[in-house]
């Protein structure tokens, strides 16, 4: 999985008056948990962009001014409620040796023949929660739909692999070929220019 890296400076005050002044300064206050102490800093806002503003996944290394890393991964982010600005982020601390549940993009593969027929292909998961080491975290899942005819489905269990677990029930519907609503109106259609051709 590829890696973002945030540049941090650490925080010593944690108040709301020092949380104002950053967020004026244009950086967003952030805490790492998963250590032995939760580590308060702050990074500027611009540099969430491709961690925040994308459908990929992506692991974390935050670098510090004192020259210390930390491997991460993006655990909350909360945003303002009118500017949708960034006020605070959370991070939790990943070990290579130590499991991590993280939720990874589905990526469609393939052509439905359902789909071709004039089918609609719903994706009713765009990601999915994986447990897994960080090496073996993947960037993305694919599902197949080379095999779907309408009223198909790809089911999570068909997705399973050895590196990593996927969090959901066996039932979980990833993706399906339904009919299309301009197939169901042109059936109907049919159908009733059918039943009125038979009264007249």
Not at 28 to 39: A, K, M, S
Not at 42 to 71: M, Q, R
């Amino acid at each position: 999985m590829k890696s973002i890296t945030i540049n941090g400076s650490q925080r010593e005050s944690v108040g709301k008056v020092s949380t104002k002044a950053l967020r004026n300064a244009g950086k967003v206050p952030c805490v790492l948990y998963g250590g032995d102490n939760p580590l308060h800093f702050s990074a500027e806002e611009l540099s969430f962009s491709k961690l925040v503003y994308t459908p990929n996944a992506h692991t974390v290394v935050i670098a510090l001014e004192d020259g210390s890393t930390h491997n991460a991964i993006l655990q909350d982010i909360q945003f303002h409620p009118v500017s949708d600005r960034i006020l605070h982020v959370d991070f939790y601390r990943s070990y290579e040796d130590k499991e991590l549940t993280m939720d990874i993009p589905v990526k469609i593969i393939g052509k439905s023949p359902g789909v071709i027929a004039g089918g609609a292909l719903r994706l009713n998961k765009r990601k999915l929660r994986v447990k897994a080491l960080p090496k073996n975290l993947p960037d993305f899942i694919e599902a197949d739909i080379s095999s779907l005819e309408i009223g198909n489905k790809v089911y999570v269990t068909e997705l399973a692999n050895e590196s990593y677990k996927l969090l959901h029930t066996d039932n979980t519907v990833v993706c399906q070929v339904r009919i299309s609503r301009a197939a169901m109106k042109a059936a109907q259609d049919a159908a009733k220019a059918e039943k009125d051709a038979e009264k007249s």
